[in-house]
């Protein structure tokens, strides 16, 4: 293994520990003594689901009782429809029964749903374990692992129920993404645009120069794209660790993409979602005059070129779309906010300082339903 | 009212904000003045439970919808079986259905049940709300409504599943408590013993000398009772948000406590089961040479006094009791911790400055079977 790139998390608000985001090809080899270091503990509870199971379970149980670590592995049915609170229940119970303690860390092991149920369970088992992340899809590896959201989705929505609970380290190897399925490659890709759109024009040029490697699952390509939007993401979220402030910038293209993905059943994988959110969202910023002209087909081409989609279903009405955006949890006082660009690079930040602009209901279902204006 | 009197709790671990408890005859008339200037929120979500919302949600739907305040009142049925999982799922889905979002603050209304359901549902609801305690019976006014410990029940035990979420203000009005049954006011008692035995020896004296004018609920002892536990806690907590040292001090009597709670079916009361705990704890930490001489039975003195039990009920095996503490969240490395005392004021600290002191099963089995031994 080469050296990993280390990215340092700070937290100034939550507390003063941080941690570190560890990125290099082939570092799951080097799990157990990485666990030692940054996460020593007298037990280890694998949180995974039963398709990352089936793929590194043997090989990472093995790797960590050979070096001593007394490890047990739960892994439940995988699918985003699995990250509710029945199967948080149902993993936690199954670690009290295996007799659980304090003395024990988590390890969640997998995508997003993996990430988020297992650092929920880590939150708030016994009111708090150690939390170690191992993002195994580029969406978990540059998205989820970073910023300590854990949560599960309701019957009301995604993301409903869950709290902030940071890790002691994330482990992020990019060679176990030449196991990932295309179409979750190209859905990771859609945050990495958000990271560029949001905060860093020239890493979207770079991005979107390198379209053929990244498709291709090249190494070295996507080792560079997931330090740079780990260092994005850490940035943003190391200025405002209780998201009231720059990290709401994160929020952009998801108020329409929670919508889009929780109406499509998810049938849409979140990037893809997101995909369309960020080009609709570019287009409420255009109309609403704080976005500069070009923007959303700029966002268009970018992602049409990563093979991700750029408008609604041609069966979601718009107004379903809006309604579903008022149960978003940026929804206050009645309102909804949207995290918005000036450019490329450049988040709009309203009258005196505050993030995000609220934009109504009528603009928006305009905007969704104006196919004739989309170039 | 008379002007409340003010704890103030420092957080300096988990972050600098901290916040005031305030105690006051009649403080709950001012209820919607406190919380505009202590948690202003757009609108606010009183979790309790029915016994609670029989007795006080009209009037308290009154004073803070006249106060311009939006506020809805969630009712769960009253009683420990109901602080599990369910009701948690059944409460946070009643306030998205009402449509709750994060400019929403929790206030936890009502006894402990209510104080750690609601604080739980606070703590994860969109990743957690601002909250409120406005506890209304004597164990939730001096011992869970500061520490910010939330949390439900499993089957596996008490409190296994929660999370740390400290609240922006706690209300407590002792005028509350004249509609306490007596066996629930006993029951606080228990926790004000164990602060004045691990704490402040004089304040067991103090408890000692007003026994009759606290069991008769003399308003003017119950207060002074009220603001010297408040007090102490708050210290302990100060210094050790994470109970990871000087807090588990609080966990005196309740290793033994909490097996024989929940081994009663929770027949037993919080701190009934704390009496025996803590007389029981200290005939261990006498029996293992730690604890003076006497100490037991001085508690066991007291305790009698207050009308609260004092040994293990005449069909309770000590294998049983001894089997359940290994399940207790204190259990590390597979070894049972008990918080002794060396004497009244005077915690145990071992070798190393490590708060905690393991003891053998076979020592506690045989001291919690060794009826003979009891004075």
Excluded at 139 to 159: E, F
């Amino acid at each position: 293994m080469s050296t990993p790139h280390r990215v340092k998390v700070s937290l100034p608000e939550a507390n003063s520990r941080g941690y570190e985001v560890l990125v290099g090809s082939g570092l799951f080899a080097s799990l157990a003594t990485a666990l030692s270091r940054f996460c020593p503990a007298h037990r280890y509870a694998v949180v995974t689901d039963d398709r990352v199971a089936e793929l590194y379970a043997v090989r990472l149980s093995r790797m960590l009782h050979s070096a001593g670590h007394r490890t047990d592995v739960f892994a439940f049915t995988s699918g985003e429809a699995q990250k509710t609170r029945e199967t948080w229940s149902l993993v936690s119970d199954a670690m009290m029964e295996s007799g659980c303690g304090r003395d024990t860390a988590v390890i969640a092991f997998g995508g997003g749903v993996p990430g988020d149920l297992g650092g929920f369970v880590a939150a708030t088992y016994m009111r708090g374990l150690p939390l170690v992340q191992v993002p195994t899809t580029l969406l978990a590896m540059i998205d989820a692992s970073v910023g300590g959201k854990t949560g599960v989705d309701t019957p009301a929505g995604k993301n409903l129920v869950g709290a902030f609970h940071q890790p002691q380290c994330v482990l992020i190897d990019p060679e176990m993404l030449q196991t990932l399925p295309d179409a979750h490659l190209r859905s990771g890709m859609a945050e990495a645009v958000k990271h560029g759109a949001i905060a860093d024009a020239e890493y979207l040029d770079w991005i979107e120069d390198n379209v053929e490697s990244l498709l291709a699952a090249d190494p070295q390509a996507l080792s560079r794209l997931i330090m740079r939007s780990v260092e994005i993401k850490a940035e943003i979220v190391a200025s405002d660790v209780m998201e009231c402030g720059p990290r709401k910038l994160l929020n952009f293209g998801h108020t329409i993409g929670h919508a889009v993905e929780t109406l499509s059943g998810y049938a849409l994988l979140h990037g893809e979602a997101v995909a369309v959110g960020m080009v609709e969202e570019a287009r409420i910023g255009e109309r609403a005059g704080v976005t500069a002209a070009g923007t959303s087909a700029r966002l268009r081409r970018v992602l049409t070129r990563l093979g991700l989609p750029t408008s609604l279903p041609i069966d979601f009405g718009a107004d379903a779309v809006v309604q579903h955006t008022r149960l978003d949890k940026k929804a206050r006082a009645g309102r909804v906010e949207y995290s918005l660009i000036q450019d490329f690079g450049r988040p709009f930040i309203g009258p005196a300082g505050v993030w995000g602009h609220p934009v109504a209901d009528e603009t928006v279902a305009e905007v969704l339903a104006g196919v004739g204006s989309r170039g």
